[in-house]
């Protein structure tokens, strides 16, 4: 049985070796060409290309900071503020308005750029014109030239230049100086702290309330973008600190003798726009580009009618910020500095004679150059915030002593623009020391507020028949505050007191008046 098995495994195996021969014979003929004549390759395929990197603006802390870079168009630039003069030049010789003062020369443009005799004086237009009317050109001049997305210190050139080549059009009358001045700095001072508010909301969001609110604070620099087809760059990490402030308040003043029951509404809003402030770390941050900013607006109604009144504004042109802040827990522990450059303007009034219906007296003024440093202290849950703002100021003053021209010594005359307006041009020192010591939700702080104001005695156009009188004018609002804050929601409570006091002196004649007042506001800070 082992013998017949092994035969017929010898069978089997010479057919399967038959077998695998015949296999092996096909599938070397098979092969052979393959070997011999090598396929195609398979058709090279591209690679797909290299995504573009996405465009990373130069300084995205810049106030126009774009998805796609955006163009500057000073073409269209110069056209806009050639325009604007044109219309204003129109309506100039349409309405022929007569000048403020009388015997006023008329006066060529030769004359001015010369700088003939009577070609450039302090002008007697109403305090309204000068310090609202002017104003509101300067900004819708420099916010035209800044929405064309030039630099603030060019955007105040053009200001500058726009300003100054309408008073070479006022063939009527000399050139302004105030006007030179006025124009174009309270312009900046209004339109750069509008164009970094009217950003902030761009940068919040393109629906809504922000949208709207972006136009209205900056509509040119809206259409523009909207003509230029670009959007703003809206990343969260790039807005910024801000803070917004609506509040009331009711009063109670304390004045010659009377006491007087009111109600005060402010609204102020806040711009801090550098990276990593208030946050832990050890950095330095300059900037050139109004990244800090303020805006301020405060009325007081009290015995039926309005008595007291401030608009202000104020912007850090350029600015340095500096932290060295450690994170100990949940607070913070280091310090903090600011200091910067600044422009300002602000029109307010207060009425000193509440019992006698009184009137208004205002103040205004431009203020340029400025410096305002801050420094804030950390130690866990206490914190000291104290600030100093300083600023030469120029500006339109209602006199606090003002005699009528009969009651002068012999030989001493009001300045025209007194004479016929009721204020006087003034340059002046602009002082704000300010404390504040916070200890978790709770604060307790003052501040001094002061402005020391020298009249200008010329010059004017005709010269007045005597000696201009010297006047001089100072107020002072000292404010001391106790407030507790709640973050969420951004509620604040707080009381304190206001001391005003205001001299005036027109020759060796001194007026002085003062008044207080207690608070206790509400505010909605968010």
């Known amino acids: 049985?082992?013998?017949?098995?092994?035969?017929?495994?010898?069978?089997?195996?010479?057919?399967?070796?038959?077998?695998?021969?015949?296999?092996?014979?096909?599938?070397?003929?098979?092969?052979?060409?393959?070997?011999?004549?090598?396929?195609?390759?398979?058709?090279?395929?591209?690679?797909?290309?290299?995504?573009?990197?996405?465009?990373?603006?130069?300084?995205?802390?810049?106030?126009?900071?774009?998805?796609?870079?955006?163009?500057?168009?000073?073409?269209?630039?110069?056209?806009?503020?050639?325009?604007?003069?044109?219309?204003?030049?129109?309506?100039?010789?349409?309405?022929?308005?007569?000048?403020?003062?009388?015997?006023?020369?008329?006066?060529?443009?030769?004359?001015?750029?010369?700088?003939?005799?009577?070609?450039?004086?302090?002008?007697?237009?109403?305090?309204?014109?000068?310090?609202?009317?002017?104003?509101a050109a300067g900004t819708f001049y420099y916010m035209f030239a800044r929405s064309n997305r030039v630099s603030i210190p060019e955007a105040f050139l053009w200001t500058v230049g726009t300003s100054t080549l309408w008073e070479f059009l006022e063939f009527k009358e000399p050139a302004s100086i105030n006007d030179v001045i006025v124009t174009p700095v309270a312009g900046l001072a209004i339109g750069e702290a509008f164009t970094q508010l009217s950003g902030w909301f761009d940068r919040y969001g393109a629906k809504g309330l922000s949208k709207a609110l972006a136009w209205i604070f900056n509509p040119m620099k809206k259409f523009h973008d909207w003509l230029d087809k670009v959007e703003p760059l809206r990343d969260p990490a790039m807005r910024g600190w801000h803070e917004f402030r609506v509040g009331t308040a009711g009063v109670i003043i304390w004045q010659g003798g009377g006491v007087y029951p009111g109600l005060e509404f402010d609204l102020v809003t806040r711009l801090f726009r550098v990276p990593g402030y208030g946050d832990e770390g050890k950095a330095g941050f300059g900037f050139t580009d109004g990244n800090v900013s303020a805006i301020g607006l405060t009325a007081t109604m009290a015995h039926g009618r309005s008595v007291d009144f401030l608009f202000d504004t104020q912007t850090a042109l350029l600015g340095h910020y500096s932290r060295d802040l450690r994170r100990d827990g949940e607070h913070?522990?280091?310090?903090?500095?600011?200091?910067?450059?600044?422009?300002?303007?602000?029109?307010?009034?207060?009425?000193?004679?509440?019992?006698?219906?009184?009137?208004?007296?205002?103040?205004?003024?431009?203020?340029?150059?400025?410096?305002?440093?801050?420094?804030?202290?950390?130690?866990?849950?206490?914190?000291?915030?104290?600030?100093?703002?300083?600023?030469?100021?120029?500006?339109?003053?209602?006199?606090?002593?003002?005699?009528?021209?009969?009651?002068?010594?012999?030989?001493?005359?009001l300045p025209p623009v007194d004479t016929i307006q009721g204020y006087y041009y003034a340059v002046g020192l602009h002082l704000v020391p300010a404390l504040e010591v916070r200890y978790g939700p709770a604060a307790l702080g003052a501040s001094f507020h002061t402005d020391l104001l020298w009249g200008l005695t010329g010059p004017f156009v005709p010269r007045p028949e005597g000696q201009v009188i010297s006047l001089t004018d100072s107020r002072t609002n000292a404010r001391a505050w106790l407030r507790f804050r709640l973050q969420e929601p951004g509620l604040e409570f707080a009381v304190g007191g206001i001391f005003r006091d205001r001299r005036g002196t027109a020759g060796s004649q001194e007026t002085r008046r003062q008044d207080r007042s207690l608070f206790a506001s509400f505010a909605v800070v968010f």
């Open 332 to 413: 913070l522990s280091g310090w903090d500095l600011f200091v910067g450059g600044t422009a300002g303007f602000e029109f307010g009034s207060h009425v000193w004679d509440i019992a006698g219906n009184g009137p208004k007296n205002q103040i205004a003024v431009v203020r340029m150059p400025g410096i305002d440093a801050r420094v804030r202290l950390f130690a866990g849950e206490m914190e000291v915030d104290c600030s100093m703002d300083l600023a030469f100021d120029f500006g339109g003053v209602e006199p606090l002593a003002n005699p009528t021209p009969g009651s002068l010594p012999p030989g001493q005359v």
């Open 1 to 135: 049985m082992t013998g017949i098995g092994i035969c017929g495994d010898r069978r089997g195996f010479r057919l399967k070796k038959k077998v695998v021969l015949l296999l092996a014979s096909g599938l070397v003929a098979v092969l052979a060409p393959c070997r011999a004549f090598p396929a195609d390759p398979a058709p090279a395929v591209d690679p797909s290309p290299a995504t573009e990197p996405r465009w990373a603006p130069p300084d995205p802390w810049a106030t126009f900071v774009y998805e796609t870079p955006a163009p500057v168009f000073r073409l269209r630039l110069a056209i806009e503020q050639l325009s604007m003069t044109a219309l204003s030049f129109a309506g100039y010789t349409i309405w022929d308005p007569p000048p403020a003062s009388p015997n006023i020369p008329a006066t060529t443009i030769w004359e001015k750029l010369t700088f003939a005799p009577n070609s450039w004086y302090l002008d007697a237009d109403a305090l309204a014109t000068n310090f609202g009317g002017h104003p």
